[in-house]
């Protein structure tokens, strides 16, 4: 009797054991309907710091595959899609690209990644410890790159859910030994999956997509500035000029007649803002612009 209260005390105990095991190595999906990333990027030595965004929005199906589509700083920049069951995250740069596998959360202690970015620039990342504690797998990894188009960090972390504590991707902002790329905060369905306590956190849950690209025949100068910039057109404009926050509000809102040159003042907190230039004859332009 007491051998089989005992086998049967063992049996629960092994079961409790085995789903709450289960339970706590249970995938945390990335992808959700709607996710962001807010990124800092910095050089001290070039005089940058500025804030860059990635945001999902809407599906896109490509050779019968359903994937995110991606956007950097407001602009159309690839396409995401997750296998849940291979726990991998896919990007594919455009619709005649090849898929390159960004995550590959099935990687064990001594397992090495290689990520290669458009411009043919790889490293090698090495999984040297694995932390499970918060629910949610935690990659330390260790880097060995080939030397090309700059350096990069000695280390980084993937976290699973999240993606890589630098930046979801690498592909839209150069890395060399004095530039400072950051993951400060993340989204998923607009609840927030990540924050680094060293950096404020610019919400990107609800953005500006945009299908224009900027003018070279249109320029801003500073950028960044403290909220006083020039707007320098080529030639005598007419048209009207708009400042949306990343709420898609509009702060600023200007008419220029005639004129190549139109003085701001942007009476606004600190942040990112798209400034977006119409021309009478229904052509738009627009560019980032950074308020310190």
């Not at 069951?85 to 619709?95: Q, S, V, W």
């Not at 139109?262 to 627009?286: E, R, W």
């Amino acid at each position: 009797m007491k051998n089989q209260l005992f086998k049967q005390t063992l049996t629960i105990a092994l079961l409790i054991f085995f789903f709450s095991s289960a339970y706590s190595q249970k995938y945390q999906k990335m992808l959700g309907d709607s996710n962001s990333w807010s990124v800092y990027n910095s050089s001290y030595t070039w005089n940058y710091f500025e804030y860059h965004y990635y945001r999902t929005k809407g599906d896109t199906i490509i050779k019968s595959i359903n994937y995110k589509n991606l956007f950097f700083d407001g602009y159309g920049s690839g396409f995401l899609r997750e296998d849940t069951l291979a726990k991998k995250i896919y990007y594919l740069k455009d619709t005649g690209a090849a898929e390159m596998l960004l995550y590959d959360f099935t990687l064990q202690v001594g397992d090495t990644f290689k990520f290669v970015n458009d411009a043919n620039f790889f490293v090698h990342l090495t999984v040297t410890k694995i932390d499970s504690s918060t629910g949610r797998r935690v990659f330390i990894m260790k880097s060995n790159w080939n030397g090309h188009f700059g350096s990069f960090p000695d280390s980084s972390v993937w976290i699973e859910g999240v993606g890589s504590n630098l930046s979801l991707l690498l592909n839209n902002l150069f890395y060399d030994p004095d530039m400072n790329i950051v993951l400060t905060c993340a989204f998923k369905d607009t609840v927030q999956t990540y924050s680094d306590a060293s950096y404020p956190c610019y919400s990107t849950t609800v953005g500006v997509e945009h299908g224009i690209r900027p003018n070279p025949n249109i320029t801003l100068s500073p950028n960044p500035s403290y909220g006083n910039y020039s707007l320098n057109i080529s030639e005598n404009f007419t048209g009207e000029v708009l400042i949306y926050d990343m709420l898609g509000k509009v702060k600023y809102q200007a008419n220029i007649l005639d004129k190549n040159k139109l003085y701001i003042n942007l009476n606004a907190s600190a942040g990112i803002y798209f400034l977006k230039v119409n021309s009478a004859d229904g052509n738009a332009s627009s560019m980032k612009l950074i308020k310190y």
